[in-house]
């Protein structure tokens, strides 16, 4: 396994697991606390795991934390989607900048968003299972939404017509959101 670097988002990174693959399938390393630490992350930080089951053109997001915030390790497990980092860290180098990954079950890729970062994804196949290691205990109280659609943000979503939470639906753009994040 390997982690590199996303230049858009400062303190992004991708880890890629190296396959073994045969006539029966394939296996992989989807954690690995040695390579996580390598890049100085707290492998022991993270205390939820969680997975969601999304249909082809479902789109998650853009949802972040308020209050503390909350890192998070993100990964589609199968299937394939479009996922969307956006720094939302007043303080960051990288501050307001976009980065799209194309994560997959065949690459078992795990993306590393850090504390502060909004995230959304579209499920670009009829399956798609995501899997989520987040550094803090959910609380929805302090969950922040922001409208996938925000002209500001301009994300080249990939399939027309999402389907989508009503939360996600009713979701207020991006400068209405951070006043709601920074209360």
């Known amino acids: 396994m390997k982690a590199t ?20 399938g394939f296996f992989c390393r989807t954690f690995d606390a040695d390579v996580v630490r390598s890049v100085g992350l707290d492998p022991d930080a993270f205390v939820q795991d969680s997975l969601s089951r999304s249909v082809r053109g479902v789109l998650r997001g853009l949802h972040l934390r308020s209050g503390a915030g909350e890192a998070k390790l993100v990964r589609c497990s199968y299937g394939k989607i ?10 960051s180098p990288t501050y307001r900048n976009r980065a799209f990954f194309e994560l997959s079950g065949e690459t ?23 899997s989520y290691r987040i550094d803090r205990p959910h609380d ?20 027309p017509a999402p389907l989508m939470s009503q939360r996600d639906q009713e979701a207020p753009r991006l400068a209405e959101a951070l006043k709601q994040k920074e209360s």
């Not at 078992?108 to 995501?130: K, M, R, W």
């Not at 929805?140 to 399939?159: H, K, M, R």
């Open 108 to 130: 078992q890729v795990t993306l590393y968003i850090p504390t502060g970062c909004a995230h959304g994804f579209q499920a670009l196949t009829e399956t798609a299972d995501i």
């Open 140 to 159: 929805p109280a302090e969950d922040v939404t922001i409208a996938f659609d925000d002209p500001e943000l301009a994300i080249p979503w990939p399939l």
């Open 5 to 24: 670097e996303v230049p858009a988002i400062a303190g992004a990174y991708l880890f890629e697991p190296t396959p073994y693959a045969d006539e029966r």
């Open 82 to 91: 479009f996922d969307v980092v956006v720094d939302l860290r007043p303080d």
